[in-house]
């Protein structure tokens, strides 16, 4: 079992920063590739970044490459997403996700959720 809380959301200007955090609570979060996935209002769930459960390899959906990153510190059960150069279509609610050993880019195949953080970039 795999307890995850998100933090960092806010609301910032086009071009600012945030970094959200996922907690983890559980002896085996480096076990778990995590991922991270956002929702805007009248939309589907859509991927946003990934990193293994070693933190050796990264994916990202070609909307965020360039501006956002996704990391990983195993001794604090923590997964980060830098986002920089934010845009207004950044707005959503974003979601941390964990599965066990490899990342995917479909939502279903992940086994735990946060709660979501709200992130709303103005113009």
């Known amino acids: 079992q795999v307890q995850l809380v998100e933090s960092g959301g806010g609301l910032v200007q086009a071009g600012g920063s945030l970094r959200l955090s996922c907690a983890a609570s559980g002896r085996t979060f480096s076990s778990y590739a995590m991922g991270w996935f956002r929702q805007a209002p009248g939309k589907e769930r859509e991927f946003v970044a990934a990193?293994?459960?070693?933190?050796?390899?990264?994916y990202y959906a070609d909307s965020v490459k360039g501006r956002f990153t996704i990391s990983r510190d195993n001794a604090k059960n923590t997964v980060y997403l830098q986002m920089n150069s934010l845009k207004p279509e950044d707005t959503a609610v974003y979601y941390c996700?964990?599965?066990?050993?490899?990342?995917?880019?479909?939502?279903?195949?992940?086994?735990?959720w946060g709660q979501g953080t709200q992130v709303t970039v103005s113009s």
């Open positions: 996700a964990a599965r066990q050993w490899t990342w995917s880019v479909v939502a279903v195949e992940y086994d735990y």
């Open positions: 990193i293994s459960w070693s933190g050796g390899s990264t």
